[in-house]
């Protein structure tokens, strides 16, 4: 495989991705971070896979159905063919709540013939550490491992265990099912039981869609980022993941590998604001949640990204007994950035605050505790928006006065105005108007390089950064502002290749970077828009969608040469700028302009 051509699954517990010839090669169970069992994503030759193989007369294709997170693989040879509809279930208990089990159904779809294959189930728990031993019980068959750690898995069927675990050829005459496991059943499924679980998960997919409003281009596209956003949330404590994936290589062969599993305050708030503007609030409720449970004491700072259940302490270990992802070691569990101060997280975070006040102002829970934490974090900007930090691409090394962080830290105090104004708290701003008019006044002044005509990376620098394309979406330059203006055009000059961007092009820890972030792309795709080259960015837009899987789905990095996704996957920074885009580019139908705006009480003239 010469791309990340898969297919994520999922149910705001954990997910797997599947590739395109219907191979589950990355799980973990019980949770998003929890170790692996399924893994040969990042090693072919012992990290374990459940997959299925057929004769070379056989055609393999693959889609979504529609509006929904359940992935369809398709086999036939003309004559014999069967569907594989892969889900992990989901839907609401009529308890309350919602069913999301730390399991895998695969529904096989008889459709005609007498089609045969066999099955390759490997797994190989807790990241393939030790060996795993699988059994054939009366029920089920049991994989389990007790050499490092204790750990088992259960897997259901109705077809022949002895077949399915040695590999023997099995012919399908009628619809079948596999239910992968973590916890013993104790109900027996069955073909029928999987069959309700597979309508009740559909109905919930295309209900959470029904909720979002229909645009007159890339519809199709703003669904599936969407319901790929959903997938990396996590419904236990409102976390939004990164990505779903660890140590998927920036470049194949380099160190640039890196545990995504976990919940950034500057990707999840940025997720939260896009999916919230398209009318799915409870995201957004149980995201802010999350931030009041994390800050228990009123001047404690914000650490950068947090473990999804919360946890503070993200230790980062290597497993150097994995190959890594076509032989880029290391793998990495754990990430030693939870250390970095990044001081753009204050307004980002007081972002997304804000949009909620506006957007939910009739229904917005926790207003106490959201005013303690606006008070908080412009306590904490006013003392340390002076200081240098390791900016929004976590240099390792070197502080510098970036100017993103700067700008965002002009954004919290910003926001912090405008909801201070929505509560009726207007006794603050005689101190606060005055620091956001300073904070402005030295950026203007030191980030604005007159030799290069542009806004740069950092302090005194002559270094261009697409992170700076951002300063007029979070208001703080206007884009028809000829400073704004010239800096797009700079950066399009200096960091555009062939259309897809540069983070930026110094010398970084790791040397020059050799990929484009797909993100930035969208950002400057984004910014030609604004400034008024609407027919250039929409035909960069266009060109970036190609470069998608078979699925529609994005990774964190595109290879200049080749294309290729790189990076972990599917990342929620490069789906939400994608709706962001899209969203620019279209238009939203009269008929879901009445219906969002009657729902969410969201105002059409705010910008995302």
Avoid at 38 to 67: M, P, R, W
Avoid at 217 to 236: F, V, W
């Amino acid at each position: 495989m010469n791309n990340l051509d898969y297919g994520i699954i999922g149910n705001c517990r954990s997910a797997a991705l599947i590739s395109k010839t219907g191979s589950i090669d990355w799980c973990c169970l019980p949770e998003f971070d929890s170790s692996s069992v399924f893994a040969k994503l990042l090693d072919e030759n012992i990290g374990g896979q459940f997959g299925f193989s057929v004769d070379d007369s056989y055609t393999i294709t693959q889609k979504y159905l529609n509006n929904t997170a359940i992935l369809v693989t398709s086999f036939s040879n003309g004559v014999d063919a069967f569907d594989i509809l892969d889900f992990m279930p989901r839907y609401h208990k009529t308890s309350g709540g919602y069913q999301s089990p730390p399991e895998i159904i695969r529904f096989l779809k008889y459709k005609s013939g007498r089609p045969k294959f066999t099955v390759d189930y490997a797994p190989k728990l807790e990241y393939a550490l030790g060996e795993t031993n699988t059994y054939i019980k009366d029920d089920f068959i049991v994989s389990l491992t007790d050499k490092e750690k204790f750990d088992t898995l259960f897997l259901y069927t109705d077809l022949d265990k002895d077949a399915v675990i040695n590999a023997k050829e099995i012919e399908l005459t009628e619809d079948a099912y596999f239910l992968i496991g973590y916890n013993e059943k104790i109900f027996k499924p069955d073909v029928q039981k999987a069959y309700i679980e597979f309508e009740r998960t559909k109905v919930y997919w295309l209900n959470w869609m029904d909720k979002t409003p229909a645009y007159e281009g890339y519809t199709k596209e703003i669904n599936r980022s969407a319901i790929t956003l959903k997938l990396l949330t996590y419904d236990k404590s409102g976390a939004v993941l990164a990505a779903a994936t660890t140590s998927l290589p920036e470049t194949i062969g380099e160190v640039r590998n890196w545990d995504y599993r976990f919940c950034w305050i500057r990707d999840a708030s940025m997720v939260v604001k896009v999916v919230s503007h398209l009318g799915h609030k409870n995201i957004a409720k149980r995201y802010l949640k999350f931030i009041i449970d994390l800050i228990p004491d009123k001047d404690e700072k914000l650490q950068i990204m947090y473990g999804i259940n919360k946890e503070k302490k993200l230790t980062e270990e290597t497993l150097d007994h994995l190959s890594g992802y076509k032989g880029s070691k290391p793998v990495r569990v754990g990430n030693a950035a939870y250390e970095q101060r990044q001081n753009d997280i204050y307004g980002i975070l007081m972002d997304v605050i804000h949009q909620q006040l506006v957007n939910f102002k009739t229904d917005i829970e926790n207003g106490e505790e959201i005013w303690t934490i606006t008070k908080g974090i412009v306590w904490v900007v006013n003392k340390h928006w002076k200081e240098a930090d390791k900016g929004i691409w976590e240099f390792r090394t070197e502080e510098r006065h970036f100017t993103f962080s700067k700008v965002l830290c002009w954004v919290a105090i910003d926001k912090a105005i405008k909801v201070a104004e929505i509560l009726g708290k207007t006794a603050k701003l005689k101190k606060w108007i005055p620091l956001e008019q300073e904070i402005k006044a030295d950026i203007m002044k030191n980030a604005w390089n007159e030799k290069v005509q542009a806004f740069t990376q950092s302090y005194g620098s002559d270094d261009l950064d697409a992170s700076v394309l951002l300063m007029e979406p979070y208001g703080f330059i206007d884009a028809k502002d000829p400073k704004y203006v010239s800096t797009v055009k700079g950066i399009e000059r200096d960091l555009s290749n062939d259309g897809l961007l540069y983070r930026y092009k110094n010398k970084d820890d790791f040397g020059l970077p050799s990929s484009s972030f797909t993100i930035c792309t969208f950002w400057f795709i984004n910014s030609l828009y604004k400034i008024g080259e609407e027919q250039k960015a929409k035909a960069l837009f266009d060109q970036l969608l190609s470069y998608s899987n078979h699925l529609g789905l994005f990774s964190e990095d595109i290879d200049f040469e080749t294309k290729r996704l790189l990076g972990n996957f599917p990342q929620a920074y490069s789906h939400l700028a994608l709706i962001e885009t899209a969203i620019n580019l279209s238009k939203v139908t009269d008929e879901e302009k009445v219906k969002v705006c009657m729902r969410d009480n969201v105002d059409e003239n705010d910008k995302l």
